[in-house]
């Protein structure tokens, strides 16, 4: 697909549908083709990341080196039923510098996935599949990482969106630890129609304190294996590592996300003042919007060393509630940095192991797992036995409160699940089904559900029965003709009125 010129941003709908209307498809490229011309050879990513990869900051980020973004991690069956999600997340105010773009979607079925592409193909330059979100929210989802072992599930769902889709499908994984199963899940990937397979170099289980080092000889192993362009990440905080990480592996780009958060100029080898980058990416959110969480969580982590010097701020921007007043604390916090600056001694260093001043864009290094006394929030939880010393913060709240409370899983009460779909089941349902499925079926068939409050057989006959009593005033005909109307629309007023 060569590049559109500016005024079609890329591949907009409009340039696409105009193509359709005369009778002419736009070629879908694939693999190399699609990375050399689509994705106009892209070295440097910026990661999906949820609630930070948005259009402001993308645009920050293309400023500043970035030359391929990725949306953030959208949910494949939400997008298809919410309108508002859509337009929220990528229907939004048309931005022509925003390209090349690929828009990420989690899904776990083929049919649901493809859909939802199908609404976002028109907005993008291809549709990447998350194989790699390890948190607990995509365990209980059964998506991201936990897909990974479902290799029929993960063919049908590549299969049918490489040939249903106008542009390309793409993949970004975790590896396994064992090299070759690594290998032999790419190619699979590969095989079904993937044309970009983005490798993060850790296992599911490598994820927040226990991150630990990204593996580059997976990510080598499986750039050598397959025949369609690889991405690496892991382990980027700086231009060098790109570059070491590009000559090590012979991927075709780097994908950054930490380290992009922490320094969106890394991609150009620079390390700015803080409060130019802050300031900058404030303006461009007043010209394209987002929530304010998601602007308080970028200043959190742009700000990050300069807010442990700064505790009384650090309050501050954690409870503005405005956007003006998040400009106001980060223009407190510049003043304070240059203050500093004005004051500092010659040959003064900078404190607590940092490689540069506090107020200069630099890498967070996440504390290491396998250190004493570092534990991850899941394995805490996972350790319940009334230790106050091995829970995590949270309970230890609710354990204030009520002292008495026990978090042994194996105490929590067992559910009886719902016949229809799984969820917990009504005590007193007469179908044995959640409420939702036992008002389904209960106005199907014209049945009662005293458990569920739900009384659409009664009311029919109530209403038929009102309806025989008013035969002595009315003709045959129009009794006959009454008894079904007035059933009828007791039956819907019993749907309507039981809702939720």
């Given at each position: 697909m060569a590049v559109a010129p500016s005024g079609c941003a890329g591949t907009r709908p409009g340039c696409r549908n105009a193509a359709r209307a005369s009778g002419r498809e736009m070629p879908k490229l694939r693999g190399e083709a699609f990375w050399r011309e689509t994705l106009r050879s892209a070295h440097y990513v910026v990661a999906p990341m949820v609630d930070q990869s948005e259009l402001a900051w993308r645009l920050l980020s293309r400023r500043h080196g970035a030359q391929l973004c990725y949306t953030p991690m959208l949910h494949a069956q939400v997008f298809l039923r919410d309108a508002n999600y859509r337009r929220e997340n990528l229907y939004g105010e048309a931005c022509p510098e925003d390209r090349p773009l690929i828009v990420q979607f989690c899904a776990n079925d083929p049919e649901v996935f493809v859909q939802a592409a199908l609404l976002a193909q028109d907005y993008c330059d291809a549709i990447d599949l998350n194989l790699g979100c390890p948190q607990m929210i995509a365990k209980r989802g059964h998506y991201g990482a936990f897909l990974q072992e479902e290799w029929d599930l993960l063919q049908r769902m590549i299969l049918l969106a490489n040939e249903k889709l106008s542009v390309p499908i793409t993949c970004k994984i975790r590896v396994f630890p064992d090299i070759d199963k690594t290998v032999k899940y790419a190619q699979m990937?590969?095989?079904?129609?993937?044309?970009?397979?983005?490798?993060?170099?850790?296992?599911?289980?490598?994820?927040?304190?226990?991150?630990?080092?990204?593996?580059?000889?997976?990510?080598?192993?499986?750039?050598?294996?397959?025949?369609?362009?690889?991405?690496?990440?892991?382990?980027?905080?700086?231009?060098?590592?790109?570059?070491?990480?590009?000559?090590?592996?012979?991927?075709?780009?780097?994908?950054?996300?930490?380290?992009?958060?922490?320094?969106?100029?890394?991609?150009?080898g620079r390390n700015p003042l803080v409060w130019e980058m802050a300031e900058e990416y404030l303006e461009i959110v007043r010209k394209y919007p987002c929530p304010l969480s998601y602007v308080r969580a970028h200043l959190f982590k742009l700000w990050h060393h300069t807010l442990q010097v700064y505790q009384q701020l650090r309050e501050e921007l954690a409870k503005v509630k405005t956007l003006e007043g998040i400009i106001d604390v980060n223009r407190e916090l510049k003043l304070r940095c240059q203050e500093e600056i004005a004051n500092q001694k010659e040959g003064e260093k900078p404190k607590e192991g940092l490689p540069f001043f506090h107020w200069i864009c630099q890498p967070y290094i996440r504390p290491?797992?396998?250190?004493?006394?570092?534990?991850?929030?899941?394995?805490?939880?996972?350790?319940?036995?009334?230790?106050?010393?091995?829970?995590?913060?949270?309970?230890?709240?609710?354990?204030?409160?009520?002292?008495?409370k026990s978090f042994d899983p194996s105490l929590k009460p067992k559910y009886a699940k719902c016949d229809q779909c799984g969820n917990p089941k009504g005590n007193k349902c007469v179908f044995n089904m959640c409420r939702g499925c036992c008002k389904k079926r209960a106005f199907k068939e014209v049945a009662d559900c005293p458990g569920h409050g739900l009384l659409f057989k009664t009311k029919y006959e109530k209403s038929l029965s009102w309806q025989h009593s008013q035969r002595g005033i009315q003709t045959p005909e129009i009794s006959q003709r009454g008894d079904a109307e007035v059933g009828e629309r007791a039956v819907l007023k019993e749907a309507g009125d039981s809702t939720g």
């Open positions: 990937l590969e095989k079904a129609g993937c044309q970009l397979l983005t490798v993060h170099g850790r296992t599911k289980e490598q994820k927040g304190p226990l991150a630990g080092v990204a593996s580059w000889e997976h990510i080598q192993a499986v750039r050598k294996a397959v025949n369609i362009p690889v991405f690496a990440n892991g382990n980027i905080q700086c231009l060098s590592d790109v570059e070491e990480c590009i000559r090590k592996t012979g991927v075709h780009g780097v994908m950054s996300a930490e380290g992009n958060l922490h320094n969106p100029a890394l991609f150009e290491g797992g396998t250190e004493k006394g570092v534990r991850g929030k899941r394995a805490l939880e996972e350790e319940e036995d009334g230790n106050s010393e091995l829970l995590s913060k949270n309970k230890q709240k609710k354990k204030l409160r009520n002292p008495n």
